[in-house]
């Protein structure tokens, strides 16, 4: 049977995601234009795809679990942090106002920016950096979108935050994590409600690394 996006919505119906707006974003969001090539027979799987640098994509199921906890309507301003092969970039391109998307990789930054070109999302900005400083310069940010695991969220992450504004990222030492959504309260977040459990590769940083175990990167649920 010819595999397509439906699969996708499928899965991601039995994960719990009922949002439709964000199951309108995965029908319509090619996957096989952000795989690569050896990976593009399973490209609708509900399963990561490698990438490089030991990296893989998020589960797509998972993707749309963390998208629908945001609860976008459409005008935010979003930032991204992990940009991977762009795939789930284009997905919060289609809820959002517009998204920046940091990537450590600056490979994989411009890869996902000559697909995301090519498919004509045109209201993504890509930067190359240290994901858990964000990009201040253009905060603040309705929502932020975490696709790594860390002990805890980045203060610089925190700050740039609209108060009201939702956060979700996994939480734990990368590998068995959390999925939680935050909200922006005062100077803080508070925690709203854990998603889902998953395993995610640890957040890379130039000055937040200890506590981080190692070990197999995989982003999907437990």
């Known amino acids: 049977m010819h595999s397509g996006p439906e699969d996708l919505v499928r899965a ?5 995601v009922s949002d439709e707006r964000v199951l309108t974003a995965l029908r319509a969001t090619p996957r096989e234009a952000f795989a690569p090539l050896e990976d593009r027979r399973a490209v609708y799987d509900d399963a990561p795809l490698w990438i490089g640098h030991g990296q893989v994509t998020t589960q797509p199921s998972l993707s749309a679990l963390m998208l629908e ?3 976008l309507v459409g005008d935010e301003h979003v930032l991204e942090v992990g940009t991977g092969a762009g795939f789930q970039t284009a997905l919060l391109a289609a809820l959002a106002g517009d998204v920046v998307s940091i990537e450590w990789w600056a490979d994989l930054s411009e890869l996902a920016g000559r697909v995301l070109d090519a498919e004509g999302v045109g209201n993504v900005e890509l930067v190359v950096g240290d994901g858990s400083r964000g990009v201040p310069e253009r905060a603040p940010y309705d929502a932020v979108l975490v696709s790594a695991a860390a002990l805890e969220v980045p ?5 740039q935050l609209r108060p009201g504004g939702r956060l979700v990222q996994p939480i734990g030492p990368g590998g068995d994590e959390q999925v939680v959504l935050f909200e922006r309260a005062g100077s803080g977040l508070r925690r709203i409600d854990v998603l889902v459990l998953a395993r995610f590769v640890p ?3 130039r000055d937040q690394q200890r506590g981080l175990r190692g070990g197999r990167e995989y982003f999907g649920l437990l």
């Not at 203060?155 to 700050?159: F, G, Q, R, S």
Request: glycine letters at 12%.
């Open 155 to 159: 203060a610089a992450l925190v700050e």
């Open 12 to 16: 991601a119906r039995r994960a719990g």
């Open 69 to 71: 906890g945001l609860a």
């Open 203 to 205: 957040m890379r940083s």
